[in-house]
């Protein structure tokens, strides 16, 4: 292709497409998920190697005298009895299948010729496509249609009231009840909820969370006879009963902020002025306000004479065009936003428009402020489940009409108090409809098992490869030196697996002296020994656990062994964890060999460059299945990989995928030849292992009737149509949805979105967290141009393309990605603009989306030309999938800054720290020189080109050198000097390293060093062997949409 990005003149033109399979809503065969595999005979179970029939308890209490040798007291922990693999063998205790046959619930232990019989079609995911992942293949690929035209039937999947219809209509009061929770996630919580009879049945505690979620989240929960008549505390009815007291409301913040204000993040919250009685928000029409458009916004700009639209300081998300009222209530665009902040009233309008709606979320995203309601009654939709927020509108003090379906509530009397104020009958001024974002404390009807223990086990890669790049001595010793930074509580459990050719296991009972290894060399059958003993209390076995930890690196110093039995390895770690769900991290530094799931290399070095034949799609679904099995029993699976080497990262990172997991991956890590690699990954351990966690959680997102979701993009499951299991979540994940308008909104001035996340907390507390988001609708296609939020497009554009990539081609993708700028300009062009003028016109609001789409394609996902390797490419996509928007949004068009003259005029200051604000500058050649230094922040790294006759002041200031000459040729930090420059720059650079969760390497560049080239791979705007400059590419545009 000599021309890549554009599409064949005269060809089909190819755009993204909804698409139609991996996570679209269209109903999921695996509906009932890996319940189904519970139900199977164990020898099904066996033979596939997943035993799904699982107890609360540990189910295969192997006694320890079955055990062969058990008399030996391995003594690993002397490093120098510790030598080559034969030797290492010995200290730990070969485990031989116990002959069991006795047990039939011990499945995995039989090691007769149980067949291998295939999963019945309709749970063998293999067998059926499995709607749920946008990395895979659907059932039929759709032909490549535009995807503005065709969205895929979505009657019976309509995201709004989902259970309206076949609920039973009751009478009274149905909110959920005045029954007291405790809101202490200890020990007494579990047993107060045990004894509230709701799940009782450990034995299939697994099922019961599978089929009721939905119900407890979804719309069926007071449809559900057993939750509501098992608990007659429950089934009091609010709208009956009077409590005597306040309810118990606590308006807290997390523990750094404790005792501010509550507060909706950036928004003023508090006691709200807003009047919300008798007219709520739905009567204030978008129209009294316009206030928020600024002239400028309805500037149409001729791009081809104005190119340089980039603002100096960071592009903010467009404020939605509402009533100031109701927009300081609204939700911050950082945790949830549209991509259209005027929605089309029809989908013939959204049509037209040629933009893709669609909304970006970060939903557990790391606040400041948090406002958490401790009730005993969550009120929420009768119809629709939605939960009460700032956008629904009081008809007066004792109904309300819910801004997503309209139908009219009761006022619950609890309600009625407000606890802030201290006043009774406000309920419009209680914290859930002053706060779009808010969390609740959720009573005991929102579980369905005790709230699970936080549950770590982590496996590790110990292969003669592994040993090799050193990775174990960072890892041990990151581990020890958070171990009790962990989140959790006095019930957390930690766990160590690690794996060669076999597979070892380290007892951690309590009592033990030390560590106790157990080897299991059965791979093609994996059994656990002693599963009680595995999994340990960390309080109660810390010293044993630390122990380990130390010991850990020396063990296999001296392995011979190369193999890598990954597949079996993690076979065993999710049995392991099967009983209570949890964490699994898993290391691994090379191509898996052995066993199920062992891969070969596929990557032709000589096929990088072509935007064909890469092997974008897993080149099995062993990890996909296993990730569907851990889902099932709220296990998470997250994989660092440290590889030099080709390691099948499409095959590999399903494992992460759709068990709600992340994928971390340090290409060339090794412990003396890449200590760039050993910092970062220092970092971003500690960050990964001291986060906040959520477990078994689950998410739905409602909106307006008419309105309706259909493909989801992101790392989990979509379980029951559009209830997304996420068996972890973590504040550093970003989701997105793509919508269509399926009803017309023309009766409508405003249209809510509605995400509610439910999980357990490393606390053991189950909690809701609910964000709404308010828009106006509107009926012209020059509103809609108006409210285009151009990161948000390009952001759910980005997510659209790597289906594409993998459902169709690269290069498909890349055609659908230029054609998405081209079909929107030209429908601006033809239906918006009265007058013809020549030059690409574009609307404000629109003016970075060419820049935008061109960064994109020059983004390491959809790039060609290049020796991208293929791992790498891989993992820019799963980037993409789980990445929140702003840190997609760097990664695609980095900032650049000139800091060798930086100064503190407009500079921040926090916490007494004077933070500079150098302006932003277009990614081009032209704004270098080489009299300045030059910062490009890429989000996962940070580039400083030092230019050949940088001012002496900046050298010797600021580098600490002398001249040019002595720039190290790898110099990767800033010393801290005692000058003014020193402090500006360093100041500077932490102050964006700390705005993100992950830990970008500074790299400092001289003029000849090698990594010139990735910096200038950056400059988006400059023409490249490969690719068009920026201004050809507006060109190009320009001739498409006038035609
Ligand atoms: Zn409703």
């Given at each position: 292709?000599?021309?890549?990005?554009?599409?064949?003149?005269?060809?089909?033109?190819?755009?993204?497409?909804?698409?139609?399979?991996?996570?679209?809503?269209?109903?999921?065969?695996?509906?009932?998920?890996?319940?189904?595999?519970?139900?199977?005979?164990?020898?099904?179970?066996?033979?596939?190697?997943?035993?799904?029939?699982?107890?609360?308890?540990?189910?295969?209490?192997?006694?320890?005298?079955?055990?062969?040798?058990?008399?030996?007291?391995?003594?690993?922990?002397?490093?120098?009895?510790?030598?080559?693999?034969?030797?290492?063998?010995?200290?730990?205790?070969?485990?031989?299948?116990?002959?069991?046959?006795?047990?039939?619930?011990?499945?995995?232990?039989?090691?007769?010729?149980?067949?291998?019989?295939?999963?019945?079609?309709?749970?063998?995911?293999?067998?059926?496509?499995?709607?749920?992942?946008?990395?895979?293949?659907?059932?039929?690929?759709?032909?490549?249609?535009?995807?503005?035209?065709?969205?895929?039937?979505?009657?019976?999947?309509?995201?709004?009231?989902?259970?309206?219809?076949?609920?039973?209509?009751?009478?009274?009061?149905?909110?959920?009840?005045?029954?007291?929770?405790?809101?202490?996630?200890?020990?007494?919580?579990?047993?107060?909820?045990?004894?509230?009879?709701?799940?009782?049945?450990?034995?299939?505690?697994?099922?019961?969370?599978?089929?009721?979620?939905?119900?407890?989240?979804?719309?069926?929960?007071?449809?559900?006879?057993?939750?509501?008549?098992?608990?007659?505390?429950?089934?009091?009815?609010?709208?009956?009963?009077?409590?005597?007291?306040?309810?118990?409301?606590?308006?807290?913040?997390?523990?750094?902020?404790?005792?501010?204000?509550?507060?909706?993040?950036?928004?003023?919250?508090?006691?709200?002025?807003?009047?919300?009685?008798?007219?709520?928000?739905?009567?204030?029409?978008?129209?009294?306000?316009?206030?928020?458009?600024?002239?400028?916004?309805?500037?149409?700009?001729?791009?081809?004479?104005?190119?340089?639209?980039?603002?100096?300081?960071?592009?903010?998300?467009?404020?939605?065009?509402?009533?100031?009222?109701?927009?300081?209530?609204?939700?911050?665009?950082?945790?949830?936003?549209?991509?259209?902040?005027?929605?089309?009233?029809?989908?013939?309008?959204?049509?037209?428009?040629?933009?893709?709606?669609?909304?970006?979320?970060?939903?557990?995203?790391?606040?400041?402020?948090?406002?958490?309601?401790?009730?005993?009654?969550?009120?929420r939709c009768r119809s629709c489940r939605t939960y009460i927020n700032p956008f629904v509108s009081f008809l007066d003090q004792r109904r309300w009409k819910c801004n997503l379906c309209y139908r009219v509530n009761d006022v619950p009397e609890e309600f009625m108090y407000n606890p802030l104020t201290r006043v009774y009958g406000e309920p419009h001024r209680r914290p859930e409809v002053q706060n779009a974002t808010i969390e609740f404390m959720a009573p005991s009807e929102y579980m369905l098992r005790p709230p699970q223990p936080p549950v770590y086990l982590f496996v590790f890669d110990v292969s003669h490869n592994a040993v090799e790049t050193g990775y174990l001595n960072s890892v041990c010793q990151s581990l020890l030196d958070n171990l009790d930074l962990l989140p959790g509580n006095t019930r957390t459990k930690i766990g160590f697996i690690t794996f060669d050719s076999t597979i070892h296991f380290y007892s951690l009972q309590e009592g033990l002296s030390q560590p106790q290894m157990l080897i299991v060399s059965d791979i093609e059958d994996v059994f656990i020994p002693m599963p009680e003993n595995l999994l340990v209390n960390l309080n109660e076995s810390k010293e044993l656990v630390q122990d380990l930890l130390k010991t850990l690196p020396q063990m296999f110093t001296k392995t011979l062994e190369t193999q890598s039995a990954l597949g079996p390895a993690l076979q065993a770690a999710f049995k392991l964890m099967s009983p209570t769900g949890g964490r699994m991290t898993v290391f691994q530094t090379q191509l898996p060999t052995l066993g199920v799931g062992a891969l070969k290399p596929r990557e032709e070095p000589n096929?990088?460059?072509?935007?064909?034949?890469?092997?974008?799609?897993?080149?099995?679904?062993?990890?996909?299945?296993?990730?569907?099995?851990?889902?099932?029993?709220?296990?998470?699976?997250?994989?660092?990989?440290?590889?030099?080497?080709?390691?099948?990262?499409?095959?590999?990172?399903?494992?992460?995928?759709?068990?709600?997991?992340?994928?971390?991956?340090?290409?060339?890590?090794?412990?003396?030849?890449?200590?760039?690699?050993?910092?970062?990954?220092?970092?971003?351990?500690?960050?990964y292992l001291t986060r906040k966690i959520g477990f078994e959680a689950v998410m739905r997102i409602r909106c307006t009737k008419g309105l309706s979701i259909h493909t989801f993009h992101g790392n989990f499951f979509v379980r029951s149509t559009d209830l997304l299991s996420l068996p972890n979540v973590n504040p550093d994940a970003g989701y997105a949805v793509q919508m269509s308008v399926e009803e017309s909104l023309t009766d409508t001035q405003l249209v809510s979105f509605q995400s509610a996340l439910l999980y357990t907390s490393s606390k053991g507390e189950r909690r809701i967290r609910v964000h709404t988001l308010c828009l106006p609708v509107v009926s012209t296609l020059n509103e809609v141009f108006l409210g285009a939020d151009v990161q948000a497009i390009s952001g759910l554009l980005a997510n659209m393309a790597v289906d594409r990539s993998v459902t169709a081609s690269l290069s498909d993708a890349r055609d659908a990605l230029v054609n998405a700028v081209i079909d929107s300009l030209s429908a601006y062009r033809s239906s918006v603009l009265s007058n013809q003028q020549p030059g690409l016109m574009v609307p404000f609001s629109l003016r970075l989306f060419p820049l935008f789409v061109l960064a994109l394609l020059k983004q390491k996902s959809f790039q060609t030309g290049t020796n991208a390797r293929l791992d790498e490419r891989i993992f820019a996509m799963c980037q993409v999938k789980n990445q929140p928007l702003v840190y997609l949004m760097l990664t695609t068009h980095p900032s650049l800054y000139r800091v060798d003259n930086l100064s503190d005029e407009g500079a921040l200051n926090i916490n007494d720290r004077t933070i500079p604000q150098p302006p932003l500058l277009q990614l081009s050649v032209e704004k270098l020189s080489r009299d300045g230094a030059f910062l490009m922040d890429a989000g996962s790294v940070l580039m400083l080109w030092v230019g050949k006759n940088c001012g002496q002041n900046f050298l010797s200031q600021v580098l600490g050198v002398q001249n040019y000459a002595l720039i190290p040729q790898t110099m990767t930090d800033l010393p801290e000097l005692d000058t003014p420059e020193s402090a500006r720059t360093i100041a500077f650079i932490s102050w964006l390293r700390d705005q993100r969760p992950f830990f970008p390497i500074l790299y400092v560049i001289r003029d000849e060093s090698p990594m010139k080239a990735n910096f200038l791979q950056n400059m988006v705007e400059d023409r490249t062997e490969s690719a068009l400059s920026y201004y050809e590419f507006l060109l190009h545009i320009q001739q498409q949409v006038n035609k």
């Open positions: 292709m000599s021309q890549p990005g554009i599409p064949a003149s005269g060809g089909v033109p190819t755009s993204l497409q909804a698409q139609n399979g991996a996570a679209s809503a269209s109903g999921s065969p695996y509906t009932n998920g890996p319940v189904q595999n519970a139900l199977m005979s164990s020898q099904v179970s066996v033979s596939q190697g997943y035993n799904s029939q699982l107890s609360g308890s540990y189910p295969h209490p192997i006694p320890a005298k079955t055990l062969n040798p058990v008399s030996e007291q391995p003594n690993y922990g002397d490093s120098q009895t510790v030598s080559p693999l034969s030797n290492y063998q010995g200290p730990g205790r070969t485990i031989n299948r116990p002959p069991v046959a006795s047990n039939p619930v011990t499945g995995s232990l039989h090691s007769g010729p149980v067949p291998r019989m295939p999963l019945p079609t309709s749970q063998n995911p293999a067998a059926t496509p499995m709607p749920s992942g946008s990395f895979l293949r659907g059932a039929n690929i759709p032909p490549p249609l535009n995807w503005q035209y065709n969205y895929p039937s979505t009657g019976s999947q309509t995201n709004h009231c989902p259970r309206a219809s076949s609920q039973p209509t009751r009478s009274g009061n149905t909110n959920l009840t005045s029954h007291q929770y405790v809101s202490s996630g200890d020990p007494s919580l579990q047993n107060n909820f045990i004894k509230s009879g709701i799940t009782s049945n450990t034995n299939n505690g697994s099922m019961v969370v599978h089929n009721s979620y939905d119900e407890i989240e979804g719309g069926g929960f007071l449809a559900t006879p057993q939750l509501t008549n098992k608990n007659p505390t429950m089934s009091r009815s609010v709208g009956y009963s009077y409590p005597s007291l306040p309810p118990g409301y606590q308006n807290t913040a997390p523990p750094s902020t404790a005792g501010m204000p509550p507060s909706s993040l950036n928004y003023p919250s508090g006691p709200q002025a807003f009047t919300q009685a008798p007219f709520g928000a739905s009567h204030l029409t978008a129209s009294m306000s316009g206030l928020s458009l600024h002239q400028e916004g309805l500037r149409v700009v001729n791009l081809l004479q104005e190119r340089n639209m980039l603002p100096s300081t960071p592009l903010q998300p467009p404020v939605p065009n509402l009533h100031e009222d109701i927009q300081k209530l609204n939700c911050n665009p950082e945790l949830f936003r549209c991509t259209l902040t005027s929605i089309p009233q029809t989908q013939a309008l959204l049509n037209k428009a040629k933009l893709p709606l669609g909304l970006l979320l970060h939903p557990f995203k790391d606040l400041v402020q948090l406002p958490v309601v401790t009730s005993s009654t969550i009120v096929q990088r460059s072509s935007a064909k034949e890469i092997h974008l799609t897993p080149s099995t679904d062993f990890y996909k299945k296993l990730a569907l099995d851990c889902s099932g029993q709220q296990v998470a699976v997250d994989l660092f990989l440290l590889s030099g080497q080709y390691s099948d990262l499409a095959s590999l990172g399903c494992i992460s995928r759709y068990s709600a997991g992340s994928v971390y991956y340090y290409p060339s890590y090794h412990h003396q030849h890449n200590p760039v690699q050993v910092q970062k990954l220092q970092k971003e351990l500690q960050r």
